[in-house]
């Protein structure tokens, strides 16, 4: 979040040196997070059904100053990869309630609380949080690898959309440009995301290294 990622993610990186010189790493430079997810990352992407979308597809609105200013729309006129999953109507009612119990009240489903005909087994003390929206107004919670596996965790935040993240949403959290392409399935693309460091922080940090480097 310090580096302009719309992720709650939380990192250790280690940087060492070689040899036995002392050397302090440089603070990294930070940046005020005042972007929201919905309407500063994700409002020039097409509207998707569930199971819909394209490899490649037009923009539906022009830039928003956070997608310029941190080039995650750096020339290309087209997006790719705008894919997110099928759902079946069990999910998609679950998905409704808890976008309503979030968007109105701020409040997360817990499994639990659910319908008895939406529930599908017996254990109703631990994971109780598997739906979780995305937070439209602020930053996502972490994405991780088992997003290929599981977009229950990953909500779209609209009534109008009842579906879980695409391929290129997920990534745009990451802080991926949308000139990169993920190669391989569905899944394979969103295993990378997760697993991935986003490349905004990794900018920053390169960034610092490089400032010490010529510092010296």
Known sequence: MDYGVLQ???????????????FEFPELEKTVNKWKIKFDLLADLPALKPGGGEKIMQYKTGLTNYLEKFEIRNGVDFVTQHITRPHNERDLSIYR??????????????????PENLKTHNNQESFLDRFKVVDPNGC???VVAHIARDGHY????????IRSLSIREAARIQ????????EGSRSAAFRQIGNAVPPLMAKSIAVSIKKLLLNK
């Open 175 to 182: 802080s991926f440009s949308d000139d990169y392409y993920f």
């Open 97 to 114: 309630i808890a976008i309503q119990k979030w968007l109105n009240n701020g409040e997360r489903l817990k499994y639990s609380d659910l």
């Open 8 to 22: 709650k993610r939380k990192r250790v990186v280690v940087i060492g040196k070689r040899g036995n010189s002392k």
């Open 140 to 142: 996502s919670h972490t």
């Open 154 to 161: 990953y909500i779209y935040p609209d009534f109008k959309q």
